[in-house]
Every structure is written in C-alpha cells, then in structure tokens.
C-alpha cells in the first residue's frame, strides 16, 4: 500500500500543480526558451494528431516546473546469475520489469533490500511517463530542457503508448513506440526544413543498435555461464560473470568513443550488471520489427496501428516470431 501510496500522490501532484500551457504563454514572466518550447510543443501535439493519428487528447496540454531534470525513478532487479528482470504486477497495466518511484529516497531504500538478498539492481532517471489515457499527462521540465527534437520526439513516444499497450510486455510497447517516435520525428523535421535533426536522431539509433548487439553476443555468453550454476563453485561464477561483463564493458567503451555524444550506456568507463542489461534489451528489441510493419502498412498510420493491434493479440509464441521475421527482414533492405 505504500508504494500506490507514494505512486498516486505523487501523480496527483504533478497534477494540482500543472497549469493551462495557454495561461503559462501569457505570463510575462515566462522565461523566453520556456516559450519557445511550449509553443513548439503545442504545434508538436497538433500535429501527432493531424499527421501521426495519435489520440492526443488532452495530453501535453498543462505545464509544471520540476525541481529535478526527471520525473519519476525506475528501479530494475534481476537475480544474481539471471537475465530475467523481476516483475512486478499493477492493476490497468499489468506486469512489468521495474517499479517506478517519484521519491528517489523510497526506490533506494527498496533496492537496499534487493541487493541485501543478492540481486543485481539499477536505478535509471525517467524523463516521462504515460499513464495510458487514463489521465490528461502534462509537460514538465524533464520535456522542456531537451533540445526541440528530442522534446518533440519523447510526445510522440509517450502518445504512442496510448494506442496500442499490451499488459506484461515491455519490450513489446517500447519498441513499438520508439518507431512511432521516429517515423513521427522524420515528418516533423521534414516540415520544420530541419533533415539533419533527423540524420543525428539515426546516428542514436545507430549507435543504440549498435550496443544492442555487443549486449545481445554478451547475453548469450552469460546465459551459457548460468546454466552451470549448479556445476561450479559460486566464487568461480562470479569471477567469469563478472570478467564478461567487465569484458562488455571494454567493448562499449571502444565502440562509443568516437561517438559525438555519450552512448546509451552513458559515457565509458560503465558499470553494468544483469538488471541494466535486461532493461536495455527490452526497451530496443523489437523496433526494426515495427518499423518494417509501419513500411508495410505504406507509412499509414491509422493501417500501422491496427496492425499493431491485430499483432499484440496473437499469442506470445506466435507474436514473437512474427516480430523476429519482421526483424529479418527490415535488416536484409538497409
């Protein structure tokens, strides 16, 4: 109960301290770049709903300051020698792989306890959340700190999961989102006359990717490796856990230092364990697959979502291999 506790208090807060983004425009003593960027976020929701066909609503609509660059905390634990995430279970949206917090206190006092019984544990900032359509979620700093296009393309991304949300997969709606975001950032830029915008945010992707390869040839290793916990002494299995991530780690720092900006790790050297790798994973998995079927559904959007739609209700089995032959295919075209 103290968890929905701090969870439903603190959204309300957000809440009860949002005001109208057309009161905020007429205050003199609006900050100019703060009205730059709610006019730009403004024409941003008009147009995820006149071109993307995302139901807006009305979502993005109020504005509240933060007193820090997130919004909530997410905490991740996945045991010692698993890849698998723990999962937690909520009433609407189902299980997923982490446990949002508004009070970074309260999440570190809960990995406390994870780690005290020998999980691997990570804390990563949220910038945004979308809670489903259930609530008309405002823009806040978080939004209005990041440069235009990543502030129009995180809307889009959190307008998407309004859409289409199925319960207890996360790699599922993040990957479906994150192609929506980019698909709906390419036509924004397209129309702003702003194409090398564009070209940076597929230098992300690309070195996302990227990563999300070195994790996955890891990933293989440490499963192998988990598979002989019961084969090998406990201090053995850590040392080659942790050589391998350490040798992952290496790897990352290679690849991102020619990057003109930090990876999706951050800036090298990292620390990782099983929790940052299995959230990693699951928010990229699948986004090649969504953007082939949005390519197939001829970049209309209204046939893409149902689409999407129709694919979210096949069983699990089925679904993931329909999206892994999407997959497939999206590479073999690059």
Not at 162 to 182: H, I, P
Not at 277 to 305: C, H, I, M, T, W
Request: glycine content about 6%; overall charge negative.
């Amino acid at each position: 109960m103290s968890y929905y506790t701090q969870a439903i208090s603190g959204h309300v807060s957000l809440m009860m301290r949002s005001e109208p983004v057309d009161e905020v425009l007429l205050q003199p003593d609006t900050p100019p770049e703060l009205s730059q960027a709610l006019s730009v976020a403004q024409a941003a929701r008009l147009f995820a709903e006149q071109t993307l066909k995302l139901p807006v609503g009305g979502a993005f609509s109020s504005f509240v300051p933060l007193e820090h660059p997130w919004v909530v905390v997410n905490l991740i634990a996945a045991p010692e020698f698993s890849l698998t995430p723990k999962q937690w279970c909520y009433p609407f949206v189902g299980c997923q792989a982490y446990r949002g917090y508004f009070d970074l206190a309260k999440a570190k006092q809960a990995q406390k306890q994870f780690d005290d019984n020998g999980y691997d544990t990570f804390i990563g900032a949220v910038t945004a959340y979308s809670t489903l359509g259930w609530f008309d979620d405002p823009l806040h700093t978080g939004f209005t700190n990041l440069s235009e296009d990543r502030m129009v393309a995180l809307m889009f991304h959190e307008l998407a999961h309004r859409v289409v949300y199925l319960k207890g997969d996360t790699a599922f709606n993040e990957s479906f989102a994150t192609a929506v975001e980019l698909e709906g950032l390419r036509l924004w830029l397209e129309r702003e006359g702003q194409p090398e915008a564009f070209e940076r945010a597929l230098l992300r992707l690309e070195h996302r990717n990227q990563t999300l390869e070195l994790v996955g040839e890891t990933s293989k290793v440490l499963r192998r490796l988990y598979q002989q916990r019961n084969a090998l002494e406990l201090d053995q299995l850590r040392l080659r856990k942790q050589q391998t991530l350490d040798d992952l780690a290496d790897q990352y720092a290679a690849l991102s230092s020619n990057y003109p900006e930090p990876g999706p790790f951050g800036s090298a050297p990292v620390q990782l364990n099983n929790a940052k790798l299995a959230l990693f994973q699951q928010y990229n998995q699948y986004v090649p697959a969504f953007r082939q079927l949005l390519k197939d559904s001829g970049y209309e959007f209204n046939r893409f979502y149902e689409a999407v739609s129709r694919l979210s209700e096949q069983p699990e089995a089925e679904r993931g291999d329909t999206l892994n032959a999407l997959s497939k295919r999206f590479h073999e075209h690059l």
